[in-house]
């Protein structure tokens, strides 16, 4: 996230509230706490990760959503919204959904960080799912278990840039790297109206 950020002298420090989507135990949000006075909330479907959340990560507000929206929260409510390696487990009516709901609670020109499975991490797909990649299509393994880290997308830029940006500018997009977890590719959006 570091990387995205300072390429465009966004600091973590600005911000006064910022929503971590799909924070699973806080292995992000318990880091971002040491860079901002923002109110900090963490929102995920898995219940018992939002209940060790709670339990142990008293500095923040964190909540329990549906695997589809919405949120709880009201509309324009965040200055920065994260959400890292969650798109990465959403068939494309889920992604299509978040998307939208991610929008209504960002702040007028707020921004979205979000990563995805995309070119550097295709050598493992078959013949058939890198064609149905190259050609700007959402790759999707074992679709039934939307949410679980078994289910698996696939997605190119150009896919993002047609399917996902609606509202948004696409601030940049870095293609993922070892020092970025996993080698997922990392985005920036922001909110335009
Ligand atoms: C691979 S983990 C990443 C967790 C965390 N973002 C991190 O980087 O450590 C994926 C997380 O996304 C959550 N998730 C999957 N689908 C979700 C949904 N529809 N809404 C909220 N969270 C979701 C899972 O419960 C899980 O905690």
Redesign the pocket.
């Known amino acids: 996230m570091d990387v995205l950020l300072r390429r465009h002298d966004i600091a973590l420090s600005t911000f006064e509230s910022i929503l971590d989507?799909?924070?699973?135990c806080g292995?992000?949000i318990r880091h971002v706490e040491t860079r901002t006075a923002a109110k900090l909330h963490g929102?995920?479907?898995?219940p018992e990760?939002i209940a060790w959340c709670k339990r142990n990560l008293p500095f923040g507000e964190f909540f329990t959503?549906e695997?589809a929206p919405p949120l709880q929260y009201a509309d324009a409510t965040f200055d920065f919204i994260y959400a890292?390696?969650?798109f990465t487990?959403?068939p494309q009516h889920?992604q299509t959904q978040?998307m939208r709901e991610l929008h209504r609670v960002l702040k007028p020109g707020g921004h979205l960080y979000f990563t995805m499975h995309g070119r550097p991490l295709v050598a493992g797909l078959t013949a058939e799912q890198q064609e149905s990649f190259e050609r700007g299509r959402l790759v999707v393994t074992y679709s039934s278990l939307a949410?679980e880290?078994l289910c698996s997308t696939y997605a190119s830029r150009e896919y993002v840039e047609r399917e996902l940006l609606e509202g948004f500018a696409l601030v940049d997009h870095l293609e993922g790297r070892d020092e970025e977890h996993l080698k997922q590719d990392v985005y920036l959006f922001r909110k335009q109206r």
């Open positions: 989507f799909g924070c699973g292995r992000l929102s995920d479907y898995n990760l959503n695997l890292r390696s969650v487990h959403l889920l978040w949410g880290n």
